[in-house]
C-alpha cells in the first residue's frame, strides 16, 4: 500500500492478556488490519506501566506472568483509518486509542515481490470505493469524478448490488462534456456553465452508465482478473460478492503497487515473475508518436488524438529524447487564445487536423513539453522499469539506446501484458 504525504497515526495501547473472541487482542487487531488492506502496524511490549486502573504493571523477574502493557502504532491513510475505525473500536473495550495528523515522507520497500498466481483479487484490491445509485443526477456524479484520480463509478441498488459501472466515457457520450483531466484546466466559470446545463437536463445515472458492469468475484484469481481486463481494454473492475454485493475495486496500479510489497507469505510454487530475465525490450511499444522541438502545438494536437497513449515524445534532430507532452501538459502550458482550440480537440468534439490551426501554429513543441524526461533502456530489468513507475507516479516510460535515442515507450499496460504471458 502507497501513503506518502498527509497521514494518520493510531496508537493503541492494550494490556498484553486482553482477548478477542478468545485469541490475543493485539494479535486480532493485526489481522484485522491485514484483512483490511492496511498499510501496516507494530506493536510494542512495554517494560512497566499503569492505565485506568492505576495498578502497575512491570516485566520484573518477581512477576514474569504479569499483564504488561502493549502499544500498537498504525500508519495510514485518512481514509483507511475512518473506515477501519469503528471495526476497531468495537473491540478495545478496555484502552486507550489516539490518532494524530502525520506526514509520510518515504514509505518504500526492498524490493519488488513475486506475485503467487493464485492470489486472491481480495488479497490486493482498493476497499474505499466512491459509488453511486441509478438514480444519482448525473451532475452529482460528474463532481464525484472531477479532480479525482480514479475515472469510474460503480453503479449499486439499494442492497449495494452491481447494476452498472460510470465511466468518463459514458458521461462524455451522453453529455457532450470534456473529460474530467480536461475539467480541471476550465476556468470556474466554465465549469460552473457545464454543471449548470448538466443539472438543467435532469439526467441520472442510469441514462449514461454501462450495463451489466464487468465484475470479479474477490476469490478470482489475480492472473484471471488480469486477464480479464486486457480482454475487454478496461483498468479497472468492480469486486463482488456471490450474491453481486459490491467489496471493492480491482485495478491495474492495484497489481503494480502489490508487485512492490513485500511478500506477506510463502509464494506457491507456481508464480508470476517478473525477474531479471524480463527487460523492457519485450514488452516495449515501437512505434511512438514524436516530433521535433520546433513542431506546431496544431502538429502535437493531432498526435495526441491519434494515440491512446496521449503521450508525444520530443526528440532532438539525433532522435535523442528531450522532452515528453501529455495532454495534461498542453492544457497547464497552453496560452489563454490557444486553451479553446485545445479543449475542443481533447474532448472530442473536433477530429484530428480540424481544430483552429491558426492559435495553434504559434508556439512550439519545446514551449510546452516536460523537458529531461526519465527514460530506461532496452536492456533495462522490467522490475526496475516498474519501480520507476511506482516511484515516480507516472504511466509511461521513453525507452532509448546508449546514444540516448528514442526506440519505444513502456507504460503499466505493457508490464501487464509481460505478466499475463509468464503465468
Not at 82 to 103: A, C, S, Y
Not at 204 to 224: F, L, N, Q
Request: glycine fraction near 6%; include cysteine.
Amino acid at each position: 500500500m502507497q501513503i506518502i504525504g498527509s497521514a494518520k497515526k493510531v496508537s493503541i495501547y492494550i494490556g498484553e492478556s486482553d482477548k478477542w473472541q478468545r485469541k490475543p487482542l493485539h494479535q486480532a487487531i493485526l489481522e484485522l488490519l491485514k484483512k483490511e488492506d492496511c498499510a501496516g502496524a507494530t506493536v510494542t511490549r512495554a517494560l512497566s506501566g499503569f492505565g485506568a486502573h492505576s495498578r502497575i504493571h512491570t516485566a520484573s523477574l518477581v512477576a514474569l506472568s504479569t499483564d504488561l502493557p502493549l502499544k500498537i502504532e498504525w500508519v495510514d491513510s485518512p481514509v483507511r483509518v475512518k473506515r477501519v475505525m469503528p471495526k476497531l473500536r468495537e473491540m478495545v473495550v478496555e484502552g486507550l486509542i489516539t490518532m494524530e495528523d502525520v506526514e509520510v515522507l518515504t514509505y518504500s520497500h526492498r524490493q519488488l515481490r513475486t506475485l503467487p498466481a493464485d492470489m486472491p483479487v481480495r488479497d490486493i484490491m482498493h476497499r474505499e470505493v466512491n459509488t453511486v445509485s441509478p438514480d444519482t443526477p448525473l451532475v452529482q456524479a460528474m463532481e464525484l469524478l472531477l479532480n479525482k484520480i480514479y475515472r469510474s463509478l460503480p453503479v449499486i441498488d439499494a442492497n449495494r448490488k452491481v447494476v452498472g459501472i460510470l465511466t468518463e466515457g459514458d458521461l462524455l457520450r451522453h453529455s457532450d462534456l470534456p473529460t474530467a483531466s480536461v475539467q480541471l484546466f476550465l476556468t470556474d466559470a466554465e465549469l460552473q456553465a457545464q454543471l449548470h446545463r448538466l443539472q438543467k437536463e435532469n439526467g441520472v445515472v442510469r441514462d449514461a452508465m454501462t450495463t451489466p458492469a464487468i465484475t470479479v468475484t474477490a476469490d478470482t484469481p489475480v492472473t484471471a482478473a488480469m486477464e480479464t481486463m486486457l480482454e475487454n481494454d478496461i483498468k479497472r473492475l468492480p469486486v463482488v460478492d456471490a450474491d453481486g454485493v459490491l467489496q471493492g475495486v480491482f485495478s491495474r496500479v492495484d497489481i503494480l503497487r502489490a508487485l512492490a510489497q513485500p511478500p506477506v507469505a510463502d509464494a506457491p510454487r507456481k508464480s508470476i515473475t517478473v525477474g531479471v530475465d524480463t527487460t523492457v525490450g519485450e514488452v516495449m511499444m515501437i512505434a511512438v508518436p514524436s516530433v521535433k522541438e520546433d513542431a506546431s502545438l496544431a502538429r502535437v494536437v493531432d498526435l495526441l488524438l491519434g494515440t491512446s497513449q496521449r503521450r508525444v515524445v520530443v526528440v532532438d534532430d539525433r532522435r535523442r529524447v528531450v522532452g515528453i507532452i501529455t495532454d495534461g501538459d498542453l492544457l497547464t502550458r497552453a496560452s489563454e487564445s490557444e486553451r479553446g482550440s485545445v479543449l475542443q480537440a481533447l474532448s472530442s468534439r473536433m477530429k484530428p487536423g480540424s481544430h483552429n490551426t491558426l492559435q495553434l501554429e504559434r508556439r512550439a513543441a519545446k514551449e510546452v513539453m516536460t523537458p529531461n524526461p526519465i527514460t530506461v533502456h532496452k536492456y533495462t530489468p522490467l522490475n526496475e522499469a516498474l519501480r520507476l513507475l511506482l516511484e515516480h507516479e507516472i504511466k509511461r516510460l521513453p525507452v532509448v539506446d546508449a546514444d540516448g535515442r528514442l526506440v519505444g515507450l513502456v507504460g503499466r499496460a505493457g508490464v501487464l501484458l509481460a505478466l499475463t504471458q509468464r503465468v
